[in-house]
């Protein structure tokens, strides 16, 4: 029996890949970085250093903080997407359901704290959520397991007791790893065939719309 649920944020609460590559895009622009797509696709739900890392020479890394360069990436985001957000569709119904029910959510997720504040007020989600874990509040983001295991923790549940909602492989390893009970995948970052052949995900959903049957997903 599931007795708590919880939520990745980029690609799960909203539907923000698309923002996050163009903020990238005009990030990379400024430091004349021009491989960055292709080391990207393969980032989707890492943290923000360790995509630096990756997606960056060390030329660059050598002159600013990754820490700084992560922040100014993040600006670039906020502000192009804030004018678009919105919950992912079905969200809202379904957490005004867990709340009906006496279901605790958290969110954990690789992002920031400022960026996961910015989602939950801009959606006005924010008194849904019993607990927030970010990536600035872990010492190892995912694919390893400690942002799920303080988020159960958080909601005072062992993690085979909870329904992770996730997007990307990081991710979904990530709430493998950390012992979830269930994990159910959004075909918002990857697709319904990678996600049902590629990865540990025991169901996909196009959206949370796509659900309508509470009950079963809580058994």
Not at 59 to 86: D, N, V
Not at 125 to 147: L, M, N
Request: charged residues 25%; proline residues 4%; contains cysteine.
């Amino acid at each position: 029996m599931i007795r708590g649920v919880l939520f990745d944020m980029d690609g799960v609460l909203v539907d923000n890949t698309q923002a996050h590559i163009r903020a990238f895009e005009l990030f990379c622009r400024r430091y004349g970085v021009t491989d960055w797509e292709s080391k990207l696709q393969s980032a989707f739900g890492m943290g923000n250093d360790d995509i630096m890392r990756l997606i960056l020479p060390e030329t660059i890394l050598q002159e600013k903080s990754i820490e700084e360069l992560g922040k100014e990436k993040e600006r670039i985001y906020r502000e192009l997407y804030a004018p678009e957000i919105r919950p992912l569709p079905g969200l809202t119904n379904l957490l005004e359901a867990l709340c009906a029910r006496n279901i605790p959510c958290a969110v954990g997720s690789s992002g920031g704290r400022e960026n996961v504040d910015f989602v939950l007020r801009s959606c006005r989600i924010e008194s849904y959520f019993a607990c927030i874990v970010s990536g600035d509040q872990v010492t190892r983001c995912k694919p390893d397991p400690e942002i799920y295991l303080k988020a159960a923790a958080g909601l005072h549940l062992e993690p085979k007791q909870c329904l992770v909602f996730e997007d990307a492989k990081a991710g979904i390893e990530a709430a493998r790893r950390a012992g979830a009970g269930r994990i159910a995948a959004l075909a918002t970052t990857l697709s319904r065939e990678i996600l049902e052949t590629e990865t540990a995900a025991d169901l996909v959903f196009d959206d949370f719309a796509a659900i309508t049957d509470f009950n079963a997903l809580l058994a």
